[in-house]
């Protein structure tokens, strides 16, 4: 009897063990981090400022609910709001469009293997792992300043050197458009591999018909790279709408609010003016406009988006 009561205790330690020890367990265990990551600093964060943008809270004091008084405000008693938006979207429908462009044609370049294709493709990626360094902003505003490289290269070809790149409200944007541009890495490796699994059976057949390379490129390779392009597209206009180094540091927003960002001037809301609930008041219109331009493209997809799976 007392050998029997002994044995029992084992058998459950070594059916609970078995239990612990399974595939299941471990991913479980493994993913953990990310997900105690996730919650407290992701999912906690949002709730509360969707909690905090019916309040008044200044940091300092506790909040105090306004109900829909911050959103009021945004909506008819700031007129920066407005400005600030369309400063915003006019940065993100020039800056995406052209940075996919550029990645799309360095990237049909890149697709041929060769001895060299490796390092271009390394030294091409960089810009989009260091372009949003704050050490990058400063190299920018250096290059464009009145005495900046850029001039210095105009007024060696005999051309206007004294542009004020970045005191001009016509110019200054366009510094941060280009240096986005400039970072075009990401979207290049993405296309890369889109490139690479078009059947070249494809190009084939068309050479055989006597198929140019123009034609090649918007009858086959385009219709091809659509799913790569919806991809595409939908990083880049949340990272567009998201961009807050170039404003934060090379303009600061000048001349006149031109190149303010909203990023910057929520960031300017909640730690700068403490009106941490309007701040994320802005937030929240600002999730809510990113979801529905990525909804409205979903919806249209099916117009232009060729899946070989559905023919």
């Known amino acids: 009897m007392v050998l029997s009561k002994k044995v029992k205790p084992l058998k459950k330690r070594t059916t609970l063990a078995r239990k612990l020890n399974t595939p299941q367990v471990a991913g479980y265990v493994f993913i953990l ?16 400022s969707f909690v905090f943008s019916f309040t008044d809270y200044n940091i300092l004091q506790s909040p105090e609910f306004a109900g829909l008084k911050n959103y009021k405000n945004m909506f008819t008693a700031d007129p920066k709001f407005w400005k600030v938006f369309g400063v915003t979207f006019y940065y993100v429908i020039f800056s995406v469009p052209l940075r996919l462009m550029m990645a799309l044609a360095v990237a049909m370049l890149l697709v041929k293997n060769t001895k ?45 050197s004294q542009i004020p790149w970045l ?13 986005s541009v400039w970072q075009f890495g990401s979207s290049m490796l993405i296309f890369l591999s889109g490139l690479k699994q078009i059947p070249v059976a494809l190009y084939e057949a068309a ?16 219709p091809m790279l659509t799913p790569t392009i919806f991809f595409n597209l939908i990083n ?16 600061q927003g000048k001349p006149r609010d031109s190149t303010l960002f909203y990023t910057v ?7 700068t003016y403490n009106k941490m609930g309007y701040g994320s008041a802005m937030a929240w219109f600002m999730i809510i ?6 909804l409205f493209l979903f919806k249209t997809q099916k117009y232009w988006v060729y899946y070989e799976a559905e023919g």
């Open 33 to 48: 981090p990310f997900i105690i990551g996730f919650l407290v600093f992701l999912a906690l964060p949002i709730l509360l």
């Open 116 to 160: 060299l294709s490796q390092f271009y493709r390394s030294v091409l990626y960089l810009p989009s792992i260091i372009g949003s360094s704050v050490a990058i902003a400063i190299l920018w505003k250096r290059l464009f300043a009145s005495d900046g490289v850029i001039n210095g290269i105009l007024g060696f070809f005999g051309l206007d």
């Open 167 to 179: 005191g001009r409200s016509d110019t200054a944007i366009w510094t941060l458009i280009i240096l």
């Open 207 to 222: 050479k055989v018909d006597g198929a140019t390379g123009v034609q090649n490129f918007f009858k086959i390779t385009l």
């Open 236 to 251: 880049q206009l949340i990272n567009g709408f998201m961009a807050f180094t170039q404003s934060y540091i090379i303009t």
């Open 265 to 271: 001037y929520m960031y300017q809301n909640s730690f």
């Open 289 to 294: 406009i990113v979801g529905l331009i990525t």
